[in-house]
């Protein structure tokens, strides 16, 4: 038995103009209650965004996200940055606004200023992240080192910012 070929079928190509496709079989999945758009994407690079916490996801791997998408979470009057939900964070209130952001280098942006910040120390032991720990006598001189070493753009690549995927959302 032979098929018919579908892409010539009249009311096919009206329902696939309709829908935005360029050509059969092209579509661009996108739903902006779950993706992060182009104009928040980079929002979030150059001037941060102030939400309440618990806008954030809390993904299964411990860390924090928008949408699909990993974050640093700070607070404006903080000296360091969060990228773990570690107990700091944990105990913040719910409603409580926070910074977030996911510029890669540099200062972590407050609106139109940008705040040099240090990595919570906490939250790299929670991730065990390069061996980090700083409860074992033989690897403190190396975590201490790893702190003011830290790369958020290598952190990143190793904890992919966007898209995140298969990690469902825990429970808070």
């Known amino acids: 038995m032979k098929l018919p070929n579908f892409t010539e079928f009249e009311p096919f190509k009206v329902l696939r103009l309709k829908m935005g496709a360029r050509k059969a079989g092209h579509f661009e999945l996108f739903n902006p209650d779950k993706h992060l758009t182009g104009k928040e994407r980079s929002e979030l690079d150059q001037q941060g965004k102030q939400l309440p916490l618990h806008r954030l996801k809390h993904f299964a ?37 926070v910074w977030v952001s996911t510029r890669r280098t540099g200062d972590l942006p407050l ?14 032991q929670l991730l065990n992240y390069k061996g ?17 070493t830290f790369s958020r ?20």
């Open 153 to 172: 753009e290598e952190f990143f690549r190793v904890y992919t910012l966007y898209p995140v995927q298969g990690l469902a959302e825990k429970l808070a």
């Open 111 to 124: 609106g139109n200023e940008s705040s040099s910040r240090q990595i919570c120390a906490e939250c790299l």
């Open 132 to 148: 980090f720990d700083l409860q074992k006598n033989r690897k403190i001189a190396y975590s201490k080192n790893l702190i003011k």
């Open 61 to 97: 791997d411990a860390t924090w996200g928008l949408k699909n998408t990993r974050i640093a979470v700070y607070l404006e009057a903080a000296t360091d940055y969060h990228l773990a939900q570690c107990p700091l964070t944990q105990s913040w209130a719910n409603n409580q606004m």
